[in-house]
């Protein structure tokens, strides 16, 4: 087995030469601040319906030029942007050209690629469902996603201190002459951990309340860091959980000492979004980031009425992308009036934070 890593520790003041030295955003959650912001509907798209294309109640979710494509643990669907199905990839399974489940996968404009955890490697589709081929990589990545040349891994290196790393490959497999790894906290995973922006690949370790940028010469360097204040978990939290095992004993511990954790992130242009979980609620917190305005809104919290009350998946073109179930989507006064049945796939929104 090749050693995919050229390793590189990165310390919290960055001072590898192979970092580069810059003054990120600290940004002050307030907690005070519980107003939605104003929203405008860009787009609803019911993704069609068919007996054989399902998907199940927490779908992934990736935008590419030409298509919407949404996955659960059984099957991804390639939808046009007018919702129509383009093709079903139904590949779960032990076979050469198949993976232990779906649900982990990424895509963009050239392909689909589907994390497959038991053996440890990339099986990657074309959209009109058929199969290119395997990548080996040989060691378990919760989170991949791939940017021009290169795959990004968030690895889990159980056994050792290092918790969870970031490793950089080329399309093959094989380590690129300088990878980038950041030292974790632990063994526990949470949401997804990168966002392409660009130019630059955006990355959220686990545990951590920084989001870093890496560049196409794989030079890393922190954009934003966000202070909870009291609400952030301290690393000694983490090492007493530091078994995967231990996640549901970490999630307790944290709602019970009103703590944060845990982070998902969506960044766009005038907007940054965090997602999290405060003691028994969950949030979608929104920052401005031209006149510095905050607002968080409980998730799931129907007297709201309003769509921010879901989970963001995304964005396209400047719009943060929302699935909706179909017997839901009468729940929502911002959204318009449309004609669907309970037991319809979701509902795709593209909507515009004012």
């Known amino acids: ?202 990355y959220l370790p686990s545990f951590y309340n920084t989001i870093y940028e890496i560049d196409n010469h794989y030079q890393i360097s922190p954009r934003y860091t966000f202070d909870f204040g009291k609400h952030w978990a301290e690393d000694k939290l983490y090492k007493k959980h530091e078994r995967p095992s231990d996640a549901f004993a970490l999630w307790r511990e944290l709602q019970k000492n009103d703590q944060i954790g845990f982070l998902r992130f969506v960044d766009s242009e005038r907007w940054i979004l965090l997602d999290f979980e405060k003691e028994k609620d969950r949030y979608n917190w929104f920052y401005n980031k031209e006149d510095r305005k905050q607002y968080m809104v409980k998730m799931n919290d129907v007297s709201q009425k309003s769509i921010l009350t879901n989970k963001i998946e995304t964005i396209d073109d400047g719009n943060f992308v929302i699935l909706i179930e179909a017997y839901k989507y009468s729940d929502y006064s911002d959204l318009p009036d449309l004609k669907v049945s309970e037991e319809d796939n979701f509902v795709l929104v593209l909507c515009k934070i004012k």
Do not use: W
């Open 1 to 202: 087995m090749k050693n995919i890593f050229l390793i590189l520790f990165i310390t919290a003041a960055l001072t590898n030469c192979n970092s580069v030295q810059k003054e990120d955003e600290v940004i002050t959650v307030n907690f005070s601040t519980t107003s939605p912001p104003a929203v405008e509907i860009v787009k609803v798209i019911p993704l069609e319906t068919r007996p054989d294309a399902l998907i199940d109640k927490y779908p992934k979710m990736c935008i590419t030029s030409k298509y919407y494509v949404v996955g659960d643990d059984n099957k991804i669907i390639v939808y046009s942007k007018d919702g129509a199905i383009h093709t079903i990839i139904n590949a779960r399974g032990e076979g050469p050209q198949e993976a232990d489940r779906l649900s982990k996968f990424y895509a963009d404009d050239h392909s689909i690629m589907i994390m497959d955890s038991f053996r440890q490697r990339i099986i990657e589709y074309d959209y009109d469902g058929n199969f290119i081929t395997p990548t080996k990589i040989g060691m378990p990545f919760p989170h991949f996603v791939r940017h021009n040349d290169s795959y990004f891994f968030d690895l889990q290196v159980n056994g050792t201190d290092n918790g969870n790393v970031l490793a950089v490959t080329d399309l093959q497999g094989n380590k690129v002459q300088e990878a980038v790894e950041i030292k974790g906290k632990g063994n526990i995973y949470g949401a997804e951990r990168f966002q392409i922006m660009g130019d630059v690949v955006l």
